[in-house]
Structures are given as structure tokens and as C-alpha cells.
């Protein structure tokens, strides 16, 4: 069986920090392009960061310079460290791997994890 499990949510201050972490089996997660989505009440889904198996990423404009998203292959397991949290960050974060980074780039991968809850306060 393949699962993806997200961990790391809460509830924090604007301008805060925390980092999500996503951690994979049943596959070598190294092989796969990986992203981080979020959805708030009443929003798409969108792609936040994402990271191809060869370690270049990709983040949407709202998040860059802040998020950074990295991986440990012999871990399977990748992360999301948020800084600088805005309350319009407040969302359900999941992640999601696929053997195709065009398809993770199109929010359609093959695995989902369940999401983790990010809440920022003002």
C-alpha cells in the first residue's frame, strides 16, 4: 500500500514559522515529483511548492521568498518550511507525489496524503 502522511500543522502568529513534513511508504519516494497544495474554505486547491526527483523546485508566487521546500530521500520524506506566515496562509495543506512533475504541476498527481491543518492568527 502506498500512504502519504503530512505532520507538522497548528496554529501560529503571523509571522511565525513552521515546517510540514510528509512522509512516504509503499514507494521510493525519491523517485517521485512531489508537491505541497493547500485549500482554504471556499478556494481551489493550489499548488504551493513542488520538488522534482532531481531536487529542483518550483513555488507559487504567493509563497516565494518565504516556503521552502526540501527533501530527504533516504528519509522519504519531504518538508515545507513556512516563514514569515500571513493569516491568508490559513489552509488544509496536503502533499502529493507523482512520477510526472508536469502532472504534480497540473494538481493532479496520483498520491495524496489526508492534509494537515495550518492556521495563522493576526
Known amino acids: 500500500q502506498v500512504q502519504l502522511v503530512e505532520s507538522g500543522g497548528g496554529l501560529v502568529q503571523a509571522g511565525g514559522s513552521l515546517r510540514l513534513s510528509c512522509a512516504a511508504s509503499?514507494?521510493?519516494?525519491?523517485?517521485?515529483?512531489v508537491g505541497w497544495y493547500r485549500q482554504a474554505p471556499g478556494n481551489e486547491r493550489e499548488l504551493v511548492a513542488a520538488?522534482?526527483?532531481?531536487?529542483?523546485?518550483y513555488y507559487a508566487d504567493s509563497v516565494k521568498g518565504r516556503f521552502t521546500i526540501s527533501r530527504d530521500n533516504a528519509k522519504n520524506t519531504v518538508y515545507l518550511q513556512m516563514n514569515s506566515l500571513k493569516p491568508e496562509d490559513t489552509a488544509f495543506y496536503y502533499c502529493?507525489?507523482?512520477?510526472?512533475?508536469?502532472?504534480?504541476?497540473?494538481?493532479?498527481?496520483?498520491?495524496w496524503g489526508q492534509g494537515t491543518q495550518v492556521t495563522v492568527s493576526s
Open positions: 520538488i522534482r526527483s532531481g531536487g529542483s523546485t
Open positions: 502529493a507525489a507523482d512520477l510526472s512533475y508536469s502532472t504534480i504541476r497540473n494538481v493532479r498527481p496520483e498520491y
Open positions: 509503499g514507494l521510493t519516494f525519491g523517485s517521485y515529483a
